[in-house]
């Protein structure tokens, strides 16, 4: 790329969050006369492209692999066509962060819903019961992206008194280890300064069910009415997905914000470092277990199961933390012959123990 190109792309470009490492990596695209660009919506096999040109339509049928975590998201540095009818997008670039989560398809692929995210803003509406299981869930796939996760707490204006306010966040901040946690009020412009300087300068991704108030929250950080809002139903707060593609935008105050369909389910895609990260204090007390591969069910000397009963530890993260950590092997073994192996032995194991202490036990009672 020659000094005056470079030029002009970071001029262009900067708004969106390129910079000079971005830059080098497209230095041998820039040869062939690629326009560099980032995807800010994906449709039907073609997306938008915000290029030094301005924003081109380009086909993604060049990088359409069989591999659903290959494709071409919102969020993406891509290697554009200057020209032709249509243009094609040839490449993108080596993704810093994505998030993935895994399909409802039986075949349990994973789903690349947005790349190169600096913060996944975790939106949870405060106009129905807290599911921190939920926000749990929606964490794990934040820390495992690689990007920086928050939760907003919406509608903080339905909690008019400020005590319950703050013990709702405390429970929430219980859940979430070293995540921002912040209570916001869109109708009311509460706490949204605080949230813009947090994401600003950077590329976030709003995440969270139909009815969390992410259209509402992305018009408020974009200054104008971008997205469509719908009222939610009283009886279990949730709404139609007004938002229907993924769209990034520039943030007044800087940075960039992809806005995201509700989702209705989240499953967990390889995601046992982020289960580790929002679970960090069970990961910790299990450091002192008796035994490195204690499942903390009833092994003698487990010091997750102290924690319960001393109380330190709710049950309910134990819990939790099971029932995640066994999705995500599951979806891993579906994929992987060795360790789907490696489950069938640790299976056989652990029935093996359990059958030795049940004639242990009916011999002592003899």
């Given at each position: 790329?020659?000094?005056t190109?470079r030029?002009?792309?970071?001029?262009?470009?900067?708004p969106y969050g390129w910079?000079?490492?971005?830059?080098d990596?497209?230095?041998?695209?820039?040869?062939?006369?690629?326009?560099?660009g980032?995807?800010?919506?994906?449709?039907?096999?073609?997306?938008d492209?915000?290029t030094?040109d301005?924003?081109?339509?380009?086909?993604?049928?060049?990088?359409?692999?069989h591999?659903p975590?290959?494709?071409?998201c919102?969020?993406?540095?891509?290697a554009?066509?200057p020209d032709?009818n249509p243009?094609?997008v040839?490449t993108?670039?080596?993704?810093?962060?994505a998030?993935?989560?895994?399909t409802s398809s039986?075949?349990s692929?994973?789903?690349?819903l947005?790349?190169?995210?600096?913060?996944?803003?975790v939106?949870?509406?405060?106009?129905?019961?807290?599911?921190?299981?939920r926000?749990?869930?929606f964490?794990?796939l934040?820390w495992?992206?690689?990007a920086?996760?928050?939760?907003?707490?919406?509608?903080?204006?339905l909690?008019?008194d400020?005590?319950?306010?703050?013990h709702?966040?405390?429970?929430?901040?219980?859940?979430a280890?070293?995540v921002?946690v912040l209570?916001v009020?869109?109708?009311?412009g509460e706490g949204?300064?605080?949230?813009?300087?947090v994401?600003?300068?950077?590329t976030?991704?709003?995440?969270?069910?139909?009815g969390?108030?992410?259209?509402?929250?992305?018009?408020a950080?974009?200054?104008?009415d971008?997205?469509?809002?719908?009222?939610?139903?009283?009886?279990?707060?949730k709404?139609?997905?007004?938002?229907?593609?993924?769209?990034l935008?520039?943030?007044?105050g800087?940075?960039?914000?992809?806005?995201?369909p509700?989702l209705?389910?989240?499953?967990l895609?390889?995601?046992g470092?982020?289960?580790?990260?929002?679970?960090?204090?069970?990961?910790e007390l299990?450091?002192?277990?008796?035994?490195?591969?204690?499942?903390h069910?009833?092994?003698p000397?487990c010091a997750?199961?102290?924690?319960?009963?001393?109380?330190?530890?709710p049950?309910r993260?134990?819990?939790?933390?099971?029932k995640?950590?066994?999705e995500?092997?599951?979806?891993?073994?579906?994929?992987?012959a060795?360790l789907?192996?490696?489950?069938?032995?640790?299976?056989?194991r652990?029935?093996a123990?359990?059958?030795?202490?049940?004639e242990a036990k009916r011999g002592?009672?003899r």
């Amino acid at each position: 790329m020659t000094s005056t190109s470079r030029s002009t792309a970071h001029s262009a470009l900067s708004p969106y969050g390129w910079d000079e490492d971005w830059a080098d990596a497209f230095a041998p695209y820039a040869a062939e006369g690629l326009l560099p660009g980032r995807v800010v919506r994906v449709d039907r096999g073609q997306c938008d492209v915000v290029t030094p040109d301005g924003v081109l339509r380009a086909d993604t049928a060049f990088v359409t692999p069989h591999d659903p975590l290959r494709v071409v998201c919102t969020g993406d540095w891509v290697a554009v066509e200057p020209d032709g009818n249509p243009r094609y997008v040839r490449t993108y670039l080596p993704r810093r962060t994505a998030f993935v989560r895994s399909t409802s398809s039986k075949r349990s692929e994973g789903q690349i819903l947005a790349a190169n995210v600096d913060h996944a803003i975790v939106a949870v509406s405060l106009a129905v019961e807290l599911d921190l299981a939920r926000v749990e869930r929606f964490l794990a796939l934040a820390w495992e992206s690689g990007a920086q996760p928050l939760v907003v707490l919406t509608k903080a204006d339905l909690v008019p008194d400020p005590v319950t306010l703050a013990h709702l966040v405390q429970d929430v901040e219980t859940s979430a280890p070293g995540v921002t946690v912040l209570a916001v009020s869109a109708a009311l412009g509460e706490g949204l300064d605080v949230l813009a300087a947090v994401v600003g300068g950077g590329t976030a991704v709003l995440l969270g069910q139909s009815g969390a108030g992410k259209s509402t929250l992305a018009n408020a950080l974009l200054g104008e009415d971008v997205m469509d809002v719908q009222a939610t139903r009283d009886v279990d707060g949730k709404g139609r997905h007004t938002t229907t593609t993924r769209n990034l935008l520039v943030m007044p105050g800087g940075g960039v914000l992809i806005d995201t369909p509700g989702l209705r389910g989240v499953g967990l895609w390889d995601a046992g470092g982020g289960v580790g990260q929002v679970f960090a204090e069970i990961e910790e007390l299990a450091r002192d277990c008796r035994f490195h591969d204690c499942a903390h069910e009833s092994e003698p000397g487990c010091a997750v199961l102290a924690a319960i009963d001393d109380g330190s530890l709710p049950e309910r993260r134990l819990e939790s933390y099971r029932k995640l950590m066994r999705e995500n092997q599951r979806i891993v073994a579906k994929t992987d012959a060795r360790l789907r192996a490696e489950i069938r032995k640790e299976w056989k194991r652990r029935g093996a123990i359990g059958k030795a202490a049940m004639e242990a036990k009916r011999g002592h009672l003899r």
